[in-house]
């Protein structure tokens, strides 16, 4: 770590790794045509799951302002509902939405995340300065200009992630959210590369959220709002940093004792596997299917393949084999009552369980209501999980970075069904052609079960071209998704 003088006052040079993040995203010009498509699949991907999260009353009660009656006439407008918010609460909200269910893009290496998480900052913040243009007279944002810094946060989040493990310290992979949107939201505000580097250095400072409701013994809700609040947050040091010149900490990174490096990493630098670009968003992996837990995406798959053999036979079942990665059987394998929600999709034995026994797996397969049915728990019981080495070795390749699952039957009688074995989900890269018209019908359908049919043929008339859609200012296109 760094050698300054802790008793000298003198200031160093700000870390690199800060420095870095402020040069790609002023000057990194982003020309990858892959990374666009991509940035307009996750778009509409990310506004079909918050529109799908309006149907369950936990989401909708965090979306309003924070305190009742603090709204702003004229600011950020939040997905399906007729809030006009603050641009940080706007931040919150947008992002709550669009995690809330599970069901948005992810991004798998020594770190998880989602990467789309970050566009609850970036359209809030993209809404409120278009509004504000538009009233003034100035030159509002387009469609274009949000995928441009979704791509640029997608970077950020996930190439930290790559080769940097926040949750072998106990940290949520949320601070790099919070990193990636203070980082973008402070040039989208008008922020110098000095201005960035200080709103950085302040989201380091913060230190990270613990991952404690993420896994047993304390699961719950919180993980479904944990992104919104790192957007909020990032939003907040960017509006500090470019209205209200926040002096920053050059060496929060790397100071003795007192920096994140010593504080929280074991004392561990930053190790990075390739300098910034385009890459994540061109490899992004997008929940398609199934809302559910990314590392049991093929593991779903697999027994919904085998629901026909087996729906029968429930009651015959011996046992019930399940391989998976390292990460998966870290995350997911989970034994023991499920207390709710946020308790069922982040376990695989359960995601396993209700497309063998029900043919399917919704959100809705997560409620108390499905869970009591008793089949399930006793098919949980009857589960066996374990790594298979090959699947850990692709889910970390560079080249495949796949996740991989096999599920098989075991029979009482001594029969078995076939290993069914999945490399890659529909979601992934490999699967793009076969995926993306999935990805539309996702998107149809969140927004015809949500606007009434006029506002509905609006919005699908809008998005059927791709130049046009880029070409819209960000006003008219968010103002589409409102009540």
Not at 176 to 190: C, Y
Not at 245 to 266: E, H, I, N, Q, R
Request: hydrophobic share 40%; aromatic share 8%; glycine share 8%.
């Amino acid at each position: 770590m760094s050698a300054h003088d802790i008793r000298s006052a003198k200031r160093p040079d700000p870390d690199q790794p800060m420095v870095d993040i402020a040069d790609y995203v002023i000057d990194c010009r982003i020309d990858s045509v892959e990374a666009y498509d991509t940035a307009r699949h996750m778009l509409l991907d990310s506004l079909a799951t918050a529109i799908l999260a309006m149907k369950f009353p936990e989401c909708v009660k965090h979306l309003g302002p924070l305190v009742p009656g603090a709204i702003l006439p004229g600011g950020s407008r939040v997905p399906g509902t007729s809030h006009e918010l603050d641009p940080a609460q706007a931040a919150f909200a947008i992002g709550t939405q669009i995690r809330w269910l599970d069901f948005n893009d992810t991004w798998l290496a020594a770190e998880w995340g989602h990467p789309s998480d970050n566009l609850g900052a970036i359209l809030a913040v993209a809404d409120y300065l278009s509004r504000k243009a538009e009233r003034e007279g100035g030159e509002p944002l387009t469609v274009r200009d949000v995928l441009t810094w979704a791509i640029k946060a997608h970077e950020i989040q996930g190439c930290y992630a790559l080769k940097n493990s926040f949750n072998r310290v106990g940290q949520d992979h949320v601070i790099l959210v919070r990193l990636a949107s203070t980082a973008v939201t402070t040039a989208m505000l008008g922020g110098d590369k000095r201005q960035i580097i200080n709103a950085v250095s302040h989201s380091w400072i913060d230190n990270g959220a613990l991952r404690t409701y993420r896994h047993a013994p304390n699961t719950g809700p919180r993980k479904s709002w944990a992104a919104g609040d790192a957007c909020r947050r990032a939003v907040t040091h960017a509006i500090n940093a470019v209205y209200r010149d926040a002096v920053g900490y050059p060496s929060a990174l790397s100071a003795g004792t007192w920096g994140y490096y010593d504080v929280a990493f074991k004392g561990r630098a930053f190790e990075f596997e390739r300098p910034f670009g385009s890459y994540v968003m061109e490899n992004v992996l997008f929940k398609i299917s199934f809302p559910a837990e990314f590392h049991a995406q093929t593991a779903v798959e697999c027994a919904m393949q085998l629901h026909g053999q087996v729906a029968g036979r429930i009651e015959q079942i011996e046992k019930v084999a399940i391989e998976t990665q390292e990460a998966g059987r870290r995350i997911i394998d989970k034994t023991g009552p499920l207390a709710n929600y946020a308790d069922r999709d982040h376990c695989i034995q359960y995601m396993v369980a209700v497309p063998l026994i029900f043919g399917r797996l919704t959100a809705d397969d997560y409620s108390d209501e499905v869970a009591a049915d008793p089949r399930i728990d006793a098919l949980r019981e009857k589960m066996v999980v374990s790594e298979n080495p090959d699947f850990t070795r692709d889910y970390f390749d560079p080249g495949r970075r796949y996740i991989g699952n096999s599920v098989q039957v075991f029979f009482k009688d001594g029969s078995s069904t076939q290993k069914v074995s999945i490399d890659y989900p529909v979601g992934h890269r490999m699967r793009r052609a076969e995926g993306v018209p999935l990805l539309r019908d996702k998107f149809e359908a969140a927004i015809r079960g949500h606007f009434p049919p006029m506002r509905g043929g609006e919005i699908m008339n809008a998005v059927a071209d791709a130049s046009r859609l880029d070409s819209m200012p960000v006003q008219h296109f968010v103002e589409l998704f409102t009540l």
